[in-house]
């Protein structure tokens, strides 16, 4: 079964850094991006940037630009979303989802379970 | 950055009834248009890919139509199970962009 398992809920402080992982199975990982997809309480959907695990290349989104880091590791088919610097505002749940490279026509059509992170002092 | 506007917002619609849901992109995105449904706690889930590809699973109840910039979203007939918020979604360019969400909720 094709899946994106992410790490587990995170707490944080003001001013701190998180980091969630996400772990491909079930296909090659290398053949599909992996972006994330931030959801605050009530909110829409916010695209966060992107990995090519193929060759690392990432893009980011400029409202995030500067705090968000995108990596993925091969040897374990896994994908790291880190955010520094968190505020109140950064309290959501955080999605990664896979899109073929070749294809993005073909849209997302795996998703992660999604991982809370709540900012809190 | 591709700017994608949905309408309407919320919509109140009975089972049975024929549901449509519009999405506009500010610039041509040729058919990299993707609908997504998601329900409260959960992941969303793809439906319609290039503008109107029925993802495997997906009930045919389901339709996607549009080419350029004017996309729609169609249920033919609304079941219980499909009460929750639509996105359009293109992937034409980044960022990668959504639009804002269309609540379904029953009448």
């Known amino acids: 079964e094709v899946q994106l398992v992410q790490s587990g809920a995170e707490v944080k402080k003001p001013g701190a850094t998180v980091k969630i992982s996400c772990k491909g199975t079930g296909y090659i990982f290398t053949n599909y991006n992996i972006h994330w997809v931030q959801q605050a309480p009530g909110k829409g959907l916010e695209w966060m940037g992107l990995v090519d695990p193929e060759d690392g290349e990432t893009k980011y989104a400029e409202k995030f630009q500067g705090r968000v880091t995108i990596t993925a590791d091969t040897s374990t088919d896994t994908a790291y979303m880190e955010l520094s610097s968190l505020r109140s505002a950064d309290t959501a749940v955080y999605y990664c989802?896979?899109?073929?490279?070749?294809?993005?026509?073909?849209?997302?059509?795996?998703w992660g379970q999604g991982t809370t992170v709540t900012v809190s002092s | 950055d591709i700017q994608m506007t949905q309408s309407p917002s919320s919509l109140s619609a009975s089972v049975g009834d024929r549901v449509t849901i519009t999405c506009r992109a500010s610039?041509?995105?040729?058919?990299?248009l993707n609908w997504y449904q998601q329900k409260p706690g959960k992941a969303p889930k793809l439906l319609i890919y290039?503008?109107?590809s029925l993802q495997g699973g997906v009930p045919s109840r389901f339709s996607g139509s549009g080419s350029g910039t004017d996309f729609t979203l169609t249920i033919s007939s609304l079941q219980p199970e499909d009460f929750a918020t639509y996105y359009c979604?293109?992937?034409?360019?980044?960022?990668?962009?959504f639009g804002q969400g269309t609540k379904v909720e029953i009448k």
């Open positions: 290039a503008a109107s």
């Open positions: 610039q041509s995105i040729n058919n990299y």
């Open positions: 989802v896979r899109e073929l490279t070749a294809g993005p026509v073909y849209g997302m059509d795996v």
């Open positions: 979604q293109q992937s034409y360019s980044t960022p990668r962009t």
